[in-house]
């Protein structure tokens, strides 16, 4: 049945768009309206003083965020983060900059950069120019700009500690690292870093960043381990077992044999069922501090 003149297929309209609907009052989508705000980046042995500082503009009278007032804490705890990563622990200037900013006296704030010298000749000009013009946005991005190294070094933190680690699973349950499961069974992952396959400047080839890691070691391995099948109930509780330990010496003994310090049973080397294998392994058993090579 064809459709009268100047009315619309209300189906056909629902398919080109996708099937989008809004409310039948008119109302946008709740997701149409939000915004997230940027993550602030804030060193944690400083985040006590920024929260303190961001309650404090809470309280000094001083204007919302315009045009979106909503945002206005936001604002506040990202101008207390930014004091504290230009101050760059040197003493007093972190107070000095808050009280200015409290006072409402931008003069004594640039003065009080100037005087510690934290800002280039340049940067400071820039500042003075914005103040004598009334160049809020100037002021704020000439700010941000000297916060800049310190958040780099904030963010590079934050980002050791929450990073992705990757691997090579060389030890599991089709492949127990004790050779069963009868006392203790797990997981192995070795990082695998190949330091003559990649250039020093190669993202891929650079190798993981792991506090407390010895430079002479290019490998890691990460390891789960748990009593194995054959343990009674009463070894699940102690705080201490042998077993354990054996497994972490042989998690130890693999990563070695990966940085060609030690050996397992060859597994990483890749010579584990052969005759030199077997001649090696007699020969590290017989002396276990000899390297490999």
């Not at 604002?75 to 040197?90: E, G, H, Q, V």
């Not at 900013?101 to 280039?120: I, P, Q, R, T, Y």
């Not at 992705?164 to 089709?174: L, M, S, Y």
């Not at 060609?260 to 584990?272: P, Q, T, W």
Request: proline share 5%; glycine share 8%.
């Amino acid at each position: 049945m064809a459709l009268a003149r100047g009315k619309t297929d209300a189906r056909q309209t629902m398919i080109e768009s996708g099937w989008e609907a809004r409310p039948v009052d008119g109302r946008k989508a709740p997701e149409d309206d939000e915004w997230e705000n940027p993550t602030i980046y804030i060193d944690a042995a400083k985040r006590r003083e920024v929260e303190q500082f961001a309650a404090k503009l809470d309280g000094a009278g001083l204007p919302a965020s315009q045009p979106s007032p909503e945002y206005t804490p936001y604002a506040r705890m990202d101008a207390a983060a930014l004091l504290t990563r230009i101050s760059k622990d040197k003493p007093g200037l972190l107070q000095a900059l808050q009280e200015a900013v409290l006072n409402k006296d931008l003069e004594a704030f640039v003065s009080a950069l100037e005087n510690e010298k934290v800002a280039k000749p340049g940067d400071l000009k820039q500042m003075k120019e914005a103040l004598k013009s009334g160049n809020s946005e100037k002021f704020a991005d000439v700010l941000r700009k000297l916060g800049e190294p310190e958040l780099e070094k904030v963010m590079t933190q934050q980002a050791l500690l929450t990073e992705d680690h990757w691997g090579n699973e060389v030890a599991n349950t089709t492949d127990p690292l004790m050779g069963n499961e009868r006392r203790t069974k797990g997981d192995s992952w070795l990082t695998c870093y190949d330091h003559n396959r990649y250039g020093n400047y190669d993202m891929i080839g650079n190798e993981p960043i792991v506090r407390g890691r010895p430079k002479d070691l290019k490998n890691l391995l990460y390891t789960t381990i748990e009593l194995g099948y054959d343990a009674d109930k009463w070894e699940e509780e102690t705080l201490f077992h042998p077993y354990v330990l054996d497994t972490v010496n042989a998690a130890s003994d693999v990563m070695m044999e990966a940085n060609g310090m030690a050996r397992l049973d060859g597994r990483i080397i890749g010579d584990r069922f052969t005759d030199a294998g077997r001649e090696k392994s007699a020969l590290w058993r017989a002396s276990p501090q000899m390297t490999e090579g």
